[in-house]
Nanobody, 120 residues
Framework: VQLQASGGGLVQYGGSLRLSCAAS????????MGWYRQAPGKQRELVAT???????NYADSVKGRFTISRDNANKMVYLQMNSLKPEDTAVYYC???????????????WGRGTLVTVSS
């Protein structure tokens, strides 16, 4: 199983970016998918999650600016980021809880991350 994130880059204050993450490999089912980020010198933190049932959870710092969505058929998760601020600068990681076989437990998988840099 692999998670491949893309869409990061350099953007100015107030700009927008859309991150994408594709899950591939032997996958029977995916429950929650989400995005986390890690800024230099800081711990990894939750940005947003989205369950298979459609429930979302956002960090307070991104509410109203970021939107998480997913395409279950194509095993994709997206993060639309608007009104970006310098404090959003971080490596963004996608995460998914994946069941590789019908009888196996769900396990958390991580992508390698994509760098988002917001200039002031």
């Amino acid at each position: 199983v692999q998670l491949q994130a893309s869409g990061g880059g350099l953007v100015q204050y107030g700009g927008s970016l859309r991150l994408s993450c594709a899950a591939s490999g032997r996958i029977f089912s995916i429950s929650a998918m989400g995005w986390y980020r890690q800024a230099p010198g800081k711990q990894r933190e939750l940005v947003a999650t989205l369950t298979s049932g459609g429930s979302t959870n956002y960090a307070d710092s991104v509410k109203g600016r970021f939107t998480i969505s997913r395409d279950n058929a194509n095993k994709m998760v997206y993060l639309q980021m608007n009104s970006l601020k310098p404090e959003d600068t971080a490596v963004y990681y996608c995460n998914a809880d994946i069941q590789v076989l019908g009888f196996s437990p769900f396990s958390a998988y991580w992508g390698r991350g994509t760098l988002v840099t917001v200039s002031s």
